[in-house]
């Protein structure tokens, strides 16, 4: 492998808020990392964001202040780590062209994702070019880094293929170790990799079945009121099913005593609502010092943040950029 003690990883801004899923899924591991000593960078993608909301271009730059209060919010340490916005950095839109001549056209018709992306959008002429070249985009964010590692959700791995294949024709054809492979770090855990929505359909904002990190309390409250249970527990008596009940699952992730509550809930010794009032005061606890930090971060903090963060990682990215064009004779 190598020896750097880097790490980037990044989230598209399409949506302004990050929720339980994002969190638990991908920036819980980035604050771990962080706080094992990795030099993180921790980047929005709001190019990325506008592969699907090119119509929205001033949207998914909004968003990216967004989500970027919430890494900082969630726990990332702009003083440790850099915290910046993709399109802040021009390098990575120069790597990407450059990338993009030397990979072949049937490694990215071939990535699921890309697939899945061209049947939502419908027909030919709503699909950019830019959504069959988001792998190499992606590529090229990691590289400039030479990271040691990409922390990322189980549906990123094919994107992550693609960058070390892309590192290793780079070197190959240009005769020089410029990139080293980098490793993907993917929770082990099911559950938090996968966080199920309250109605149990995957987490999404197009199911309207989120938790977000800066929902009020109340609004918690309310939305685990409603959430998805075992549909056949009536009363409290009736035997439920906490395999496939939301409120059963989020309380496997946040409550100590998840396995006492499980059996319970299965032989008919409590109620829904018992487990949705414990659950919700678990949850708001877990979420309190996220929300407290989120209060503090108004826009000009973020804007500062999201500075410092750009020029730091274009001090690293541009030797990077400059080492590429060097092997490839380019001056
Ligand atoms: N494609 C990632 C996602 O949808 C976001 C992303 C963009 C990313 N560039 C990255 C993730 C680089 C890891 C590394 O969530």
Redesign the pocket.
Known sequence: MNDSNRI?????STNPRLHLGNYEGALRNWVDLQNKGFKMYC?V?DL?ALTTMYEESAEASRNAREVAKDFVAGGIDPSRSSVFVQSHVPEHSELHLLLSMITPLGWLERVPTYKEKQEDLGSAEREPYGLLGYPVL?SA??LLYKPYG?P?GRD?AP?LEIGNDIAARFNRLYGREVFQPYKYLIPEDELRAKVPGLDMRKMSKSYDNCIYLSDTEDQTAAKIKQAFTTPTKIRLTDPGQPEGCAVCQYLRLYSPDWERQWEEDRQGLRGCSQNKKELTEILNEYLRPIRERRALLDDAAIEEILCRGAEEARGFASKTLAEVKSAMGMF
């Open positions: 980037l990883s990044g989230m598209r980047m993608a990325h992606q964010d990691i990409v990322v990123q994107h």
